[in-house]
């Protein structure tokens, strides 16, 4: 039986089902969201003068009470399946040092991943890291509907209503994507400390990947463990990339940042190497990268 299914991660996984385009509601279905449910945004710094921005897509493990777990048990919910381990309080540290904005998802991804192009049938993903997700299965088109105009939206909403604001400031928006990876995939270990993914824009990637291999202490991906070449509908490629504003992606092994002190000192060695590299003169001009 073929699914659609999902490594958790940004990588490619089997196609079989499309997120079609959302349906009108029929009607009968109950509020997705209660009293005591989380806000599907939490925007951090909404007034900050700065350039950067930080998005953090996988910032949350949180399922609406009205799904009751998806039927996954509670050992499940914690994994990186469901959100990126530390990203978030990595995105709230650096948001800190920066006194930048920060955009962060207020649900999990098995819920619906807001890093994905909703015609990406890992969008509402049936298995994810071989973890099948029984709420998710023959979910109809309303269902659907309503996770994205209930979570998705909101949140994609949000992310570009703050770069709007930078840009009606008349700064160009520097786009940072915060994720967290698992440091083993289907028994393969995954040697890097931390990754920059990156398309064809270089002014942020290659500065800041020069900027931690500089550091000495850490093995730097580029590009991996997930490559952010020719990939379509994430939250960069669709806020940043065709407006030609400078991007980048990270992502932080996620045992390194699964406590306190580890989030303090990857905040700090990010915000070492971002703090000179984003007053570059080129990262204030957009710059179109065409595709070749
Ligand atoms: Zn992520």
Same mark, same amino acid.
């Given at each position: 039986?073929?699914?659609?299914?999902?490594?958790?991660?940004?990588?490619?996984?089997?196609?079989?089902?499309?997120?079609?385009?959302?349906?009108?509601?029929?009607?009968?279905?109950?509020?997705?969201?209660?009293?005591?449910?989380?806000?599907?945004?939490?925007?951090?710094?909404?007034?900050?003068?700065?350039?950067?921005?930080?998005?953090?897509?996988?910032?949350?493990?949180?399922?609406?009470?009205?799904?009751?777990?998806?039927?996954?048990?509670?050992?499940?919910?914690?994994?990186?399946? *469901?959100? /990126?381990?530390? !990203?978030? %309080?990595?995105?709230?540290?650096?948001?800190? +040092?920066?006194?930048?904005? &920060? =955009?962060?998802?207020?649900?999990?991804?098995?819920?619906?991943?807001?890093?994905?192009?909703?015609?990406?049938?890992?969008?509402?993903?049936?298995?994810?890291?071989?973890?099948?997700?029984?709420?998710?299965? *023959?979910? /109809?088109?309303? !269902?659907? %509907?309503?996770?994205?105009?209930?979570?998705? +939206?909101?949140?994609?909403? &949000? =992310?570009?209503?703050?770069?709007?604001?930078?840009?009606?400031?008349?700064?160009?928006?520097?786009?940072?994507?915060?994720?967290?990876?698992?440091?083993?995939?289907?028994?393969?270990?995954?040697?890097?400390?931390?990754?920059?993914?990156?398309?064809?824009?270089?002014?942020?990637?290659?500065?800041?990947?020069?900027?931690?291999? &500089?550091?000495?202490?850490?093995?730097?991906?580029?590009?991996?463990?997930?490559?952010?070449?020719?990939?379509?509908?994430?939250?960069?490629?669709?806020?940043?990339?065709?407006?030609?504003?400078?991007?980048?992606?990270?992502?932080?092994?996620?045992?390194?940042?699964?406590?306190?002190?580890?989030?303090?000192?990857?905040?700090?060695?990010?915000?070492?190497?971002?703090?000179?590299?984003?007053?570059?003169?080129?990262?204030?001009?957009?710059?179109?990268?065409?595709?070749?």
């Amino acid at each position: 039986m073929t699914s659609s299914s999902s490594d958790g991660g940004h990588g490619p996984a089997a196609h079989t089902r499309p997120v079609t385009a959302p349906a009108p509601a029929r009607g009968g279905l109950p509020p997705l969201l209660g009293p005591d449910d989380p806000p599907p945004v939490t925007v951090l710094h909404p007034d900050a003068r700065g350039a950067l921005l930080l998005v953090c897509d996988h910032a949350s493990r949180a399922i609406p009470q009205s799904l009751g777990n998806l039927g996954l048990p509670e050992e499940q919910l914690g994994r990186h399946i *469901a959100y /990126d381990i530390g !990203a978030a %309080a990595l995105t709230r540290r650096l948001a800190e +040092r920066f006194s930048a904005t &920060a =955009v962060l998802s207020g649900y999990s991804r098995l819920v619906i991943d807001p890093n994905r192009d909703l015609e990406d049938p890992t969008a509402i993903p049936v298995i994810s890291d071989g973890v099948v997700i029984p709420g998710n299965r *023959a979910l /109809d088109a309303a !269902a659907q %509907a309503q996770r994205v105009e209930t979570l998705f +939206r909101p949140y994609q909403e &949000a =992310v570009a209503r703050e770069v709007a604001r930078v840009r009606a400031g008349g700064q160009v928006p520097i786009l940072l994507s915060v994720h967290s990876f698992t440091p083993e995939m289907r028994g393969v270990p995954r040697p890097w400390h931390i990754g920059v993914l990156w398309d064809r824009d270089p002014r942020l990637p290659i500065p800041l990947l020069n900027a931690l291999r &500089a550091d000495g202490r850490w093995r730097v991906g580029d590009n991996e463990p997930y490559s952010g070449r020719d990939t379509t509908g994430g939250t960069v490629e669709t806020h940043a990339t065709p407006a030609g504003y400078p991007n980048a992606l990270l992502e932080v092994r996620q045992d390194l940042i699964d406590d306190d002190a580890g989030v303090a000192l990857w905040a700090q060695v990010l915000g070492d190497a971002l703090e000179h590299l984003l007053t570059a003169p080129d990262l204030a001009t957009i710059h179109h990268y065409p595709r070749v």
